[in-house]
Nanobody
Framework: QVQLVESGGGLVQPGGSLRLSCAAS????????MGWYRQAPGKRRELAAT???????NYSDSVKGRFTISRHNANNTVDLQMNSLKPEDTAVYYC?????????WGQGTQVTVSS
C-alpha cells in the first residue's frame, strides 16, 4: 500500500510564489518517475512537471522557466517551487509517482492565483 500526501497549496496573488511538497509512504521498493499534474475546472488533467530518479526534469511549456521540480530519493519526496504565478495556473495539483508497474496519485491540493 502506497500513499502520496501533498501539502503547500493555497491562495496567492498573481506574480507570487508557492511551494508544493509530496511525500510517499508505505511499502516502497523503488520509485521511478515522480511529478506533478494539474487539473483546472472544466479541463483535463495535464502535466506540470516530472523528474526522473536521476534528477532529470521535464516541464510543460506553460510552466517552463517559472516552476522548478526537485526530489529527495532518500525521503521519497518531490517538491514543486512555483514562481511568477499566473491566474491560469489555478488548478488542483496532484502528486504522481510511478512505482514498479503501478501509477499512484495524491488526493490533490488546490492552488488559486487571484487578486
Amino acid at each position: 500500500q502506497v500513499q502520496l500526501v501533498e501539502s503547500g497549496g493555497g491562495l496567492v496573488q498573481p506574480g507570487g510564489s508557492l511551494r508544493l511538497s509530496c511525500a510517499a509512504s508505505g511499502t516502497i521498493y523503488s520509485i521511478y518517475t515522480m511529478g506533478w499534474y494539474r487539473q483546472a475546472p472544466g479541463k483535463r488533467r495535464e502535466l506540470a512537471a516530472t523528474i526522473t530518479p536521476g534528477g532529470s526534469p521535464n516541464y510543460s511549456d506553460s510552466v517552463k522557466g517559472r516552476f522548478t521540480i526537485s526530489r529527495h530519493n532518500a525521503n521519497n519526496t518531490v517538491d514543486l517551487q512555483m514562481n511568477s504565478l499566473k491566474p491560469e495556473d489555478t488548478a488542483v495539483y496532484y502528486c504522481y509517482a510511478a512505482i514498479l508497474l503501478d501509477d499512484y496519485w495524491g488526493q490533490g491540493t488546490q492552488v488559486t492565483v487571484s487578486s
